[in-house]
C-alpha cells in the first residue's frame, strides 16, 4: 500500500523541496522545527523508490539528500564541538539547517500563490473579454512592408488550400458556385473598409476549394490591374493585401 | 451623450483593456470645424472623472443585471462577461484558448512576479530545480519576457512578466497579488546572503544534470 503511495505521489513533485514539504506535512511537524534524522530517512526512502521503479533521479534530488545528511552529520557532534561548528558556520555565512528552513519556508509561500494564480486562471477561464477577431488591427502603421513575389503569393495560397483541405473532409458540400468578378469585389470592398487585409483573412470564411481558387485569382487579377498591391514584412512572412492609392 | 456612454462605447469596442489615461487621450483629441461642437464638451475631462464614470456604468450593469461587467485587469479596464454564462461562451469561442499552465509553470511565473527582474538561476535558486524548459514555455505563452542583463559575472539575462501575465489571471497590477509587501522583503534578505555565497562560491552556478520536472 505505502509503495503505492510512492508511486502516485512521485509523478507530482516539483523537485526536492516540494518533496520535502511533503514529507514534513505528512509527519504533521512545524517547519520551523524539522525532525531531521526521521525526515532525512523518509526522503531517502523516496530516492530508493525512484531507483527501484528506474525513473530517471533528477540531480537536484541528490544534492537535497547530501544537504540533509551533512545536517544529520552536524546534529550528531558532541555539544561542544557543535559549538565550535557553529561559530565556524557564522563565520561562512549561515548554518545549513536554517539555510534549508529558510529555503523552505520562502518555497513554501511560492508554492501558495502558485496555486493561487492557478485560480485566477479557473477563474479567468470562465469570464470572455470582448473578441479579439472584432477588432481589425491591420494598418496601424506599424509594419515595414516589401513587395511580395508571385512565389511568395503562391506558397501562401498552398497553405491556403491545405488549410481548407483538412476542414473539407468533413464538411457536406453545397453546390454553390464563385464567380472571380464577384470576388473582385468583395476584395475590393473589405479593402474600401479598412485599407488593408492579412492574405490569409481572404479566406477565412472560404468553404471550399472552389471558393478559395476564385478568391486567388481575384486578388492576382487585380494585382494585374495595380488595384492592390501584396506585400510581406519579412521572408516568409504574413503577405499584406494593401489598396494600390494607399 | 453623456460621458458614461461615450466610455461605455469605446470600453464595448475596445479589444483589450483601456487605461483612464487612454480613454482620457481618445476624449483630448482635437477635432475639424464639423467635429469641434460636439467634441469640445468632453475635452477637459479628467481621470477621476472618467474613474467615477466608469463605476456607475458598473452599478448600472450590477442593477439591470447584464450578464457582462467591467473588469479592472492590467492598469485597464475591459468589458467581460460574467462566469455564469462560460457554460455557452466555451461553446462559441473556446476552440483554441491554450492549455492550462503547469504547476511548474505556475510556480516559476510566481517566483518571477515578485523578484524580477531575476535570473534563471535566482528561480533555480528557490525552486530547488532546473527551469530551462518551464521558462522556455512561459516565454513562447508571452506570460513572461526578458528585461535585461544583470551585472553578475556572465551578464545573464533577466526576466520579468508581462502585460499578457496580468491579463492572464485578471490581475489589475503586480500590487494585486497576495502578500506582496512580504514576499518582497524577503528579497532584501536574500540579496544580501546572495551576495555573500557569490562572493565564496561561484562554482556553485555550475548547471545542474538534466531535470526530469520541467514537463509543461
Excluded at chain 1, 493561487?116 to 509594419?143: C, D, K, M, N, T
Aim: charged share 30%.
Amino acid at each position: 500500500m505505502v509503495e503505492n503511495d510512492y508511486k502516485v505521489r512521485l509523478e507530482i513533485f516539483e523537485g526536492p523541496l516540494d518533496l520535502l514539504l511533503y514529507l514534513i506535512k505528512k509527519s504533521e511537524v512545524d517547519i520551523y522545527d524539522i525532525p531531521i534524522e526521521k525526515i532525512t530517512k523518509q526522503y531517502l526512502e523516496y530516492l530508493q523508490v525512484m531507483r527501484m521503479l528506474s525513473l530517471d533521479i533528477a540531480g537536484e534530488f541528490l544534492v537535497m539528500a547530501a544537504t540533509l545528511m551533512l545536517i544529520k552529520s552536524r546534529m550528531l557532534l558532541p555539544a561542544e564541538e557543535r559549538a565550535e561548528q557553529q561559530a565556524q558556520d557564522e563565520d561562512e555565512g549561515e548554518e545549513p539547517r536554517w539555510a534549508l528552513i529558510r529555503q523552505l519556508v520562502e518555497y513554501k509561500k511560492f508554492k501558495d500563490v502558485a496555486s493561487y494564480l492557478g485560480q485566477r486562471a479557473l477563474f479567468q477561464e470562465q469570464v470572455f473579454p470582448r473578441h479579439e477577431a472584432s477588432a481589425p488591427e491591420v494598418g496601424s502603421g506599424e509594419l515595414k512592408l516589401g513587395d511580395v513575389s508571385l512565389f511568395d503569393l503562391i506558397n501562401a495560397f498552398n497553405e491556403t488550400l491545405k488549410r481548407v483541405a483538412q476542414r473539407e473532409t468533413l464538411r457536406e458540400i453545397f453546390e454553390e458556385t464563385y464567380s472571380v468578378t464577384d470576388k473582385i469585389e468583395e476584395v475590393l470592398w473589405t479593402l474600401g473598409e479598412r485599407g488593408s487585409v492579412k492574405f490569409h483573412e481572404l479566406f477565412d470564411h472560404a468553404a471550399t476549394r472552389a471558393e478559395i481558387v476564385a478568391t486567388f485569382l481575384a486578388l492576382l487579377e487585380l494585382i494585374r490591374l495595380k488595384q492592390v498591391r501584396a506585400r510581406q514584412d519579412a521572408h516568409f512572412g504574413e503577405i499584406v493585401i494593401v489598396k494600390a492609392t494607399a | 451623450m453623456t460621458l458614461k456612454s461615450i466610455i461605455e462605447a469605446l470600453l464595448f469596442a475596445a479589444h483589450k483593456p483601456l487605461s483612464p489615461a487612454e480613454i482620457r487621450a481618445v476624449l483630448a483629441g482635437e477635432g475639424d470645424e464639423k467635429t469641434e461642437a460636439a467634441l469640445v464638451g468632453f475635452r477637459r475631462v479628467k481621470e477621476a472623472e472618467i474613474a467615477a464614470a466608469i463605476e456607475e456604468l458598473k452599478v448600472d450593469y450590477i442593477q439591470s443585471d447584464r450578464s457582462f461587467t467591467i473588469a479592472e485587469i492590467a492598469g485597464g479596464f475591459q468589458l467581460v462577461s460574467k462566469p455564469d454564462y462560460a457554460l455557452w461562451l466555451k461553446r462559441l469561442l473556446d476552440v483554441d484558448r491554450p492549455s492550462r499552465l503547469s504547476p511548474s509553470a505556475l510556480e516559476t511565473l510566481a517566483i518571477v512576479a515578485y523578484r524580477q527582474p531575476i535570473t534563471r538561476i535566482e528561480i533555480e535558486a528557490v525552486r530547488g530545480v532546473n527551469v530551462d524548459g518551464v521558462l522556455r514555455t512561459l516565454l513562447e505563452r508571452g506570460l513572461v519576457k526578458i528585461t535585461g542583463r544583470s551585472d553578475l559575472p556572465g551578464r545573464p539575462l533577466q526576466y520579468g512578466t508581462t502585460q499578457t501575465f496580468l491579463e492572464h489571471f485578471g490581475l489589475r497590477d503586480l500590487e494585486d497579488l497576495p502578500a506582496v509587501e512580504e514576499l518582497r522583503r524577503i528579497e532584501a534578505k536574500r540579496q544580501r546572503a546572495a551576495a555573500a555565497t557569490a562572493a565564496a562560491a561561484p562554482a556553485e552556478t555550475g548547471t545542474p544534470p538534466a531535470a526530469t520536472g520541467t514537463s509543461t
